[in-house]
């Protein structure tokens, strides 16, 4: 027993390092790149703590020389996500009865282990099997990942000290329990840091996860399995199972202990499980939290009192950073037409400076897209451009997917605003810019905020103050993160809670309280010092 009321360290966001030539961190980095190359790794599922191994193999490669073979991992089938599920159920009552400050001693230990030696291990995973720059895997594999765990673990603290006032000779108490049931965790390829967040945020409020990884970025996910053995997780707590989305659906989603969904994925997935548990709703003990971050069309508008260096430079990050393969990047702008040959040379002027190749060469701006399907799907919608009289390809617009899924940077640019690729989401190097009249500024903003059924992230640059103002009102429900004078990416953990709306998704903000608070069941007690001892009250006395 503990007599003391604890505090953690306050939280901080992780420094990213530079990985500039001579830098020690990037001879280490490239160590372990080259280590992790010439390996070929043997994932199994890991349920109450035990590596099951099925046999029913499939390769992880590297996107960017998909006939380069890092590993295999075994696919669970029916048997074992039963198992997982069980595995979960068992561990509940130990981890949710352990003291809180227990935990986030746990959830912090994993983010100092990520701030020395996985820091590497982390990256060099994300770089190979998910193809990302050394930068933006350190911002993702590392930074943020340890950022969450930090954060959510504070905000556990702060959400526990919320307690309600109490009168003379009682006293009120809230406790946080967690979800009667277990969690399903599903996450997507394109961040490590992601796939951390869904499992550990539902865990450190107490709950027991099942988690299925992206078949695509299963290296880096096995890897975080590992540290969250080495920092201490108790076995159970969150199960590692690589399946077939369609299957663990029909399995978890049908258990009556089911009590909650963590995921980030297409809208089309996320509507189809929340259907699917609405219609399941008399078999569960209790009524299940659903959190989704699903898609996005995600903008930048510019006015004609931008900045156009700044603007220019937030289109070209924030389209083409991780080859447009993140739910926040920027797949529509909308540039005034007086500026227009000057944000055109702007942005040209840069394309013309990008590289694109093997991410272990340091000097790649933009590296492959995750799988063949992903690739297919890219270029589609680059034909249709080419096809079409309301559009032309200012830059790019080619494809090579004979070594690695390489499609180039390309930007389109359209007469309708409502040209398919200012509507739909690709998820892929693709932008597409509409050139509005400038005195058509207030129909250019509706047509904006009518042409996607997304509101996730939005940018807008411009100087003048009054349109600042102006706009911010009128996208109000565009974006549930939204930029000024910044590119519509990048959110940091504590700094800007990211979750969309609309088809974007339930808004539960990760990286922040709002997302915690969901994984607890609050119960409220009330304790009476000087109980009353007689039923009567005054005012039913005769006179």
Not at 48 to 55: A, D, I, L, N, S
Not at 142 to 155: G, M, S, V
Not at 455 to 470: E, P, W, Y
Request: aromatic letters at 12%; a negative charge.
């Amino acid at each position: 027993m503990t007599n003391a009321i604890f505090q953690l360290p306050e939280s901080y966001n992780e420094p990213s390092v530079s990985y500039a030539p001579g830098s020690v961190e990037r001879s280490l980095l490239k160590a372990e790149l080259e280590r992790q190359y010439h390996q070929v790794v043997d994932i199994p599922l890991i349920i109450g703590g035990q590596e099951v191994r099925t046999g029913k193999l499939h390769k992880v490669v590297c996107p960017h020389e998909h006939g380069h073979v890092l590993g295999h991992y075994h696919e669970a089938g029916e048997a074992e996500i039963a198992q997982a599920i069980d595995a979960a159920l068992q561990a509940k009552f130990a981890w949710k009865y352990t003291p809180w400050e227990e935990r986030a001693a746990i959830f912090n230990r994993m983010a100092s282990l990520i701030s020395g030696r996985y820091r590497y291990i982390l990256n060099a995973a994300t770089m190979l099997n998910q193809s990302k720059t050394a930068h933006q895997a350190e911002i993702d594999a590392t930074c943020e990942t340890a950022d969450f765990l930090r954060y959510n673990a504070k905000y556990m603290e702060q959400i526990y000290r919320n307690q309600p006032v109490s009168q003379n000779h009682t006293w009120n108490r809230v406790n946080y329990r967690a979800l009667e049931g277990f969690v399903l965790a599903i996450s997507p390829f394109n961040f490590t840091a992601i796939g951390a967040n869904l499992a550990t945020a539902p865990a450190i409020m107490g709950n027991t996860v099942v988690w299925k990884p992206a078949s695509t970025s299963m290296l880096s996910n096995y890897y975080l399995m590992q540290l969250y053995k080495e920092a201490g997780l108790p076995d159970g707590v969150i199960n590692f199972v690589p399946s077939r989305g369609s299957q663990l659906g029909k399995i978890a989603l049908n258990h009556p202990s089911f009590a909650g969904l963590h995921f980030t994925g297409s809208t089309a997935v996320f509507n189809a499980m929340w259907q699917t548990v609405a219609n399941n709703l008399p078999k569960y003990k209790i009524y299940p939290r659903l959190v989704g971050e699903t898609g996005g069309k995600d903008y930048t508008f510019v006015h004609n009192s931008a900045d156009l260096v700044e603007a220019a430079t937030g289109i070209v990050r924030g389209a083409f950073e991780y080859q447009g393969q993140k739910c926040s990047a920027c797949s529509r702008v909308y540039a005034p037409a007086s500026r227009w040959p000057e944000l055109q040379a702007a942005i040209l002027e840069m394309m013309g400076r990008i590289r694109m190749g093997d991410p272990r060469d340091f000097r790649n701006y933009v590296n492959a897209v995750i799988d063949e399907a992903s690739f297919d799907n890219s270029m589609r919608y680059i034909d249709l451009a080419k096809a079409s009289s309301e559009a032309e390809i200012i830059w790019g617009g080619h494809g090579d997917k004979s070594v690695g899924w390489f499609v180039e940077p390309t930007i389109i640019l359209t007469t309708n605003p409502k040209f398919v690729t200012m509507e739909e989401e690709i998820f892929a190097p693709v932008l597409t810019i509409y050139v509005y009249p400038d005195d058509r500024l207030e129909e250019t903003i509706r047509i904006l905020d009518e042409t996607s059924p997304y509101a996730l992230t939005g940018a807008i640059f411009a100087r003048d103050r009054h349109v600042i103002n102006q706009l911010t009102e009128a996208l109000a429900n565009t974006a549930g993160n939204f930029y000024i004078n910044d590119k519509c990416t990048g959110a940091m953990v504590g700094h800007q809670p990211f979750g969309g709306a609309r088809a974007s998704g339930t808004n539960d903000k990760a990286g922040s309280f709002l997302n915690l608070i969901r994984w607890t069941s609050p119960r409220t007690i009330k304790e009476c010092f000087s109980p009353h001892r007689d039923f009567q009250y005054p005012f039913m006395e005769e006179s």
